[in-house]
């Protein structure tokens, strides 16, 4: 904006270029690079240095942002409302407004669409539902396989690990075999406090107080000083780092790991088919 312009000027020039845009966009919520090979490999750029951080390389999902692969998304499945989203962020959550200091640089529209335009590329239908029984997958769940002692579905269950609620539509199918098979290749993110900005991973903690008692579970909140933990009977306790006696964090997962000697292919296919049934909280 050159200098000798009143700055009424510019709000004026910025007002009607903002409304001229905006009709624009309500005329016309269309991607124009829709199916287009060369906006998806800029796209795949832009994803990389603006997204990827959160939502995984491959948008397959990554520490703090949820699988964008899945061809049902919770918010945004039209390209014009994921437009909305990748504009104006989700408000409430970590998923930041475009332009915003949690997304990297800025992007124009163009880019905005090219970006959609990749992840239409990599989107991977859901294979029609799962051939297992979902209804035996149920009984594992809470029976045999104890997967409930930790876990809650619809409210019921543990809360030592993750809401299982719906999260066949948040996560893809090789993803939660291996979640199952090996838990602590790649831990899971959760744990979102609407006091958070971050959802944090699910690190076993294992403390020993002062006078000797031993807690093992998940941090729930950890800062220099002090540490909020979940235990595996489900207390909550915090500590003063300096008044434990020892305190080890961990990447090894809470969670067993399934062999396949433990809960068998068909088995697991009957739980994957009981967890594709539920509903998110
Ligand atoms: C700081 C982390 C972060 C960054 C950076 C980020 N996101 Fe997100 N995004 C999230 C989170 C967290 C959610 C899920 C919000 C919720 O539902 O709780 C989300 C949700 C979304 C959704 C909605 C998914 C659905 O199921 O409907 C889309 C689409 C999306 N992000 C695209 C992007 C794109 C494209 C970029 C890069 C331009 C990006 N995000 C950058 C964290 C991030
Ligand atoms: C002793 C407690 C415990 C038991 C038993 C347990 N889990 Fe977990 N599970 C956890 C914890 C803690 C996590 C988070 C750390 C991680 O990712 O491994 C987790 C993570 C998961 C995840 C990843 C969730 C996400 O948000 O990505 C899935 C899926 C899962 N468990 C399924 C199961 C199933 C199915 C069973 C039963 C066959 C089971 N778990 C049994 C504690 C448990």
Not at 2 to 10: D, M, W
Not at 158 to 177: E, F, M, Q, T, V
């Amino acid at each position: 904006m050159p200098s000798h312009q009143s700055p009424g000027l510019a709000v004026l020039i910025l007002t009607v270029t903002l409304a001229v845009a905006m009709l624009a966009f309500a005329a016309d919520p269309r991607n124009p690079f829709a199916g287009k090979q060369r906006a998806a490999k800029a796209g795949e750029y832009e994803f990389r240095i603006n997204c990827a951080l959160c939502h995984g390389l491959g948008a397959r999902g990554g520490g703090r942002g949820p699988d964008l692969t899945t061809a049902r998304k919770r918010h945004a499945n039209t390209d014009a409302e994921m437009f909305q989203i990748i504009s104006n962020g989700i408000p409430g959550t970590a998923m930041p407004a475009n332009g915003t200091n949690g997304q990297g640089v800025g992007m124009t529209d163009d880019e905005i669409w090219q970006i959609i335009t990749y992840l239409r590329t990599i989107e991977v239908k859901r294979s029609a539902k799962a051939m297992g029984n979902a209804a035996h997958g149920r009984q594992l769940f809470y029976g045999d396989s104890n997967c409930s002692t930790c876990h809650m579905v619809n409210g019921k269950g543990g809360r030592i690990g993750p809401d299982l609620s719906g999260i066949a539509a948040r996560r893809r199918r090789d993803a939660l075999i291996e979640s199952i098979r090996k838990p602590s290749a790649r831990l899971a993110w959760g744990l979102t406090e609407p006091t958070k900005e971050f959802p944090q991973e699910y690190q076993t903690v294992t403390v020993v107080t002062s006078d000797g008692h031993q807690f093992k579970g998940v941090t729930l909140n950890e800062d220099s000083f002090s540490l909020q933990m979940i235990d595996t009977s489900e207390q909550i306790h915090l500590f003063e780092k300096d008044q434990l006696q020892s305190l080890k964090i961990s990447r090894e997962s809470l969670m067993p790991a399934y062999n396949p000697d433990i809960l068998s292919e068909h088995d697991l296919n009957d739980i994957l088919a009981y967890l594709e049934n539920t509903a998110a909280p």
